[in-house]
């Protein structure tokens, strides 16, 4: 394959206005051999090449089934342990808690295992620790506590796997713990049983998987088991696929393989709304089916984490568990609330965020710090910083004694998670860990510098070549008017979209900008034409965050090439396509 920079410009753009050459996704060849030989058109096979599917492929990529792509569940290191565990201790009806962690992953993993639980007449117990006051996973005080109270096994969901501290605790005083995990080790801990499809020993090739889909696997296998000691599960497991889907987007893992199967099945069961949670804040949020992954991660999601960001932790799991609809009801009204605030003190952190990264151009990766911060909000903000600045953002709220926690977003080759590891064994941090692309840590303030020194050491290089002739990979050119729904519904077929299947990337080529308007939030509408007349509708968001705001509001005549994405735009009952700008270039 032609390397991304030696290939031709699309449109000649070497650079644009964000400073990045674009390049076609897709090879000619891989196109047309779609198109001859699984019978796709124009768009969709330009789409499959683009991901690497070949013809004999595609069927199964368009329409992928969880009868076809599901996995034997044993293949993990661990599993048959951890269910003969579970089921032992529920036979002999023993007090079990789910011990989950406080965003969407846990909290839909913990739904999954209450309602599964639920249909065999087995009530689980939750705990969800508070972000600020516990932090996150399991410790030794949160064992002791649960055992005093009478727990007779616990069941870690989306965390536990790297809290050695805290397992050696449990063992201490005798408390069994089941671990379900995906996050990254480093050895492994004392348990009963481990899995976890990111243990050193797991050949199970899952790793891509969220804890949602490790817990649906888990379930598929209890479920066996259990119909096997003669138990009589009154649950359709299929029904928790919508939950394993949630999770699964709203991880940000990568979507392919079974993740892409979970959420695209998952989206289906969801469309049937039997789950009291998710039609409450469906309500709440003004969406109905068909639903799509943009509802989970930037509409229904978001809600969810405003419990454990800036509210009650265990609010998700509750809502996405209850069958009461009142109840539903009455936490999706709490959540959107809280989503509010998180809001408010989101906008205020991402400023005072900015000016502190836009004093750092020479560093490879941006740390900021202040004291008062949210720490359930840092995590955004390390986000906002990573996709304005184009590279590893670190921020650190630093509470009155002088403790901050950090969270971090990286770039594509850039591995932060495993530098997060070793600097907490080089005793700069308290605590420090997560995946490749994002991470956590506990610091003292009096070693941020000391941190921050060593980090860029560590990644200056990385991030350097991971930066250098940056380039946008593009799937097509269009006119105006081919931005409509039926390209909408094109390039919905070859979803669900996320990491290592991204959403589609178009240009729209040679027009000017007819309208541009700046609106509240610093997003910009816009509408642009072609040399004929035709016109295309768009939306910047954030456009006040980079040059590209400003460039449509002064762009005059001159003409532009457009690169974005198409996007459905449901509004008042009506649908339309919008065209989502992501950069720009001059055509002239």
């Known amino acids: 394959m032609t390397s991304q920079h030696a290939q031709p410009a699309v449109l000649g753009v070497e650079r644009s206005e964000r400073g990045r050459k674009w390049v076609p996704r897709a090879e000619d060849a ?4 779609l198109q001859q030989q699984a019978g796709l058109d124009r768009i969709q096979a330009s789409l499959l090449a683009g991901r690497h599917v070949t013809p004999e492929k595609a069927a199964g990529f368009l329409e992928p089934m969880l009868k076809a792509d599901l996995p034997d569940p044993s293949s993990m290191a661990g599993m048959d342990q951890a269910v003969s565990t579970i089921l ?3 036979e002999a009806r023993k007090t079990i808690v789910l ?25 689980f117990g939750l705990h969800v620790p508070d972000r600020i006051r516990d932090g996150y996973g399991p410790s030794r005080q949160a064992f002791e506590k649960l055992k005093a109270d009478g727990a007779e096994l616990v069941v870690t969901l989306d965390c536990g796997a790297a ?4 397992l050696h605790g449990a063992a201490e005083i005798d408390l069994p713990v089941v671990v379900i995990d995906h996050h990254l080790m480093d050895g492994l801990p004392p348990a009963e049983a481990i899995v976890n499809p990111n243990r050193p020993d797991d050949q199970s090739g899952l790793g891509h998987l969220a804890a949602a889909g490790v817990t649906f696997l888990l379930i598929v296998a209890l479920n066996r088991a259990a119909k096997q000691r003669g138990m009589t599960p009154a649950l359709d497991i299929r029904e928790l696929l919508g939950l394993a889907a949630f999770g699964t987007v709203c991880d940000v893992v990568p979507m392919v393989g079974l993740n892409r199967t979970i959420v695209k099945q998952g989206l289906k069961v969801m469309d ?56 539903a009801h009455s936490h999706a009204i709490e959540l959107d609330r809280l989503n509010r605030e998180r809001r408010g003190l989101q906008d205020d952190m991402v400023r005072a965020a900015i000016e502190q990264a836009e004093r750092q151009d020479n560093r490879a990766v941006i740390i900021v710090a202040m004291e008062g911060w949210h720490p359930g909000i840092i995590g955004i903000v390390a986000g906002r910083l990573k996709d304005r600045f184009e590279r590893p953002a670190i921020v650190i709220g630093i509470d009155e004694e002088g403790v901050g926690k950090g969270s971090g977003r990286s ?9 997060f590891t070793e600097a907490l064994k080089a ?32 990644l200056s290089a990385e991030v350097a070549e991971a930066s250098q002739s940056p380039v946008s990979k593009v799937d097509g050119v269009l006119s105006p008017a081919a931005v409509n729904l039926s390209l909408v519904d094109a390039i919905e077929k070859v979803g669900p979209y996320g990491p290592q299947n991204p959403s589609p990337v178009f240009i729209v080529a040679d027009v000017r900008v007819s309208f541009a308007k700046r609106l509240q939030g610093g997003h910009v509408r816009f509408t642009a034409q072609d040399r004929g007349g035709a016109s295309v509708s768009g939306i910047l968001f ?3 965050e980079t040059s590209l705001g400003q460039t449509l509001l002064d762009a005059g005549e001159r003409h532009l090439h457009l690169l974005g994405q198409v996007k459905r735009n449901s509004w008042q009952g009506r649908d339309s396509a919008d065209f989502q700008l992501k950069d720009l270039a001059w055509a002239d």
Request: glycine fraction near 16%.
């Open 427 to 458: 005793g700069l941090l308290e605590a420090g860990g997560g995946h490749a692309m994002a991470g956590g840590l506990t610091i003292w303030k009096d070693r941020i510098a000391a941190f921050s020194d060593w980090i860029e050491s560590q």
């Open 163 to 166: 809290a050695h501290d805290a």
């Open 88 to 90: 032992d201790a529920m």
């Open 542 to 544: 954030q456009g006040d």
């Open 272 to 327: 049937r709304q039997r789950i009291a949670g998710l039609n409450a804040l469906s309500a709440i949020a003004n969406i109905a089916p068909p639903f799509s992954s943009y509802h989970l991660g930037f509409v229904l999601g978001p809600r969810i984490n405003a419990g454990g960001r800036i509210g009650k932790s265990e609010m998700g799991a509750q809502l996405l568990s209850t069958d009461d609809e009142s109840k």
């Open 99 to 123: 011990f989950s962690d406080y965003d969407v992953d846990g909290g839909t993993s913990a739904a999954q295992m209450i309602r599964w639980g639920r249909g065999l007449g087995f009530d």
């Open 30 to 33: 891989a196109v047309t051999a």
């Open 411 to 419: 770039i594509k080759g850039v591995d932060l998670g495993t530098r």
